[in-house]
């Protein structure tokens, strides 16, 4: 009967917390030539974060891969991994007993330098699948991302902040 169908979606009006594998993605500005990144989501992985969650979505631009960590609770927090280098701790001068010495002393006034840039430490913690160290550029938006998979590498990525309305979804099919 028409009174049991749930509410159709407003499909012209998704955020990012809507999108799901096979959608699209655009990121007004988002490449370093500021064009935008239009990518469609082939992954969609959810990450435990405490009580709550957050996910992660990519997928090819460019003959590289594409990311967009989300974290929604009162606001809504998207960083972009558009940056197509993948590095490790050696980029960074970094050993593995210095990772360990950055999470015991969790101090916000640790930094490294790479790139021409100060990197502030901000927090290292268990994120459920692997461990993470994230570094925020001294003044700036981008950040560094350190992650150790276990029985894996450390392997590390640049995220910048992008704006949830600079993100334009379009449902698949």
Not at 78 to 95: E, K, M, P, Q
Not at 113 to 120: A, P, Q, T, V
């Amino acid at each position: 009967m028409f009174w049991d169908k749930k509410p159709q979606q407003d499909l012209a009006h998704l955020k990012i917390q809507d999108a799901q594998v096979r959608d699209t993605l655009s990121v007004t500005g988002a490449a370093e030539d500021f064009t935008d990144i239009d990518f469609t989501v082939d992954r969609r992985e959810v990450y435990p974060a405490g009580s709550a969650e957050w996910f992660e979505v990519s997928g090819m631009w460019r003959d590289r891969r594409v990311y967009l960590e989300v974290h929604v609770g009162d606001t809504v927090e998207v960083l972009g991994n558009f940056d197509s280098r993948r590095l490790t701790l050696d980029d960074f001068g970094l050993t593995e007993d210095d990772m360990g010495e950055l999470d015991q002393r969790q101090n916000q006034n640790d930094f490294l330098d790479f790139d021409g840039k100060f990197w502030m430490y901000r927090f290292s913690r268990d994120m459920g699948v692997f461990y993470c160290w994230r570094f925020q550029e001294q003044g700036g938006t981008r950040f560094l991302t350190v992650k150790k998979y276990e029985a894996e590498p450390f392997t590390a990525a640049l995220y910048v902040k992008v704006e949830p309305a600079d993100i334009t979804v379009f449902r698949g099919a």
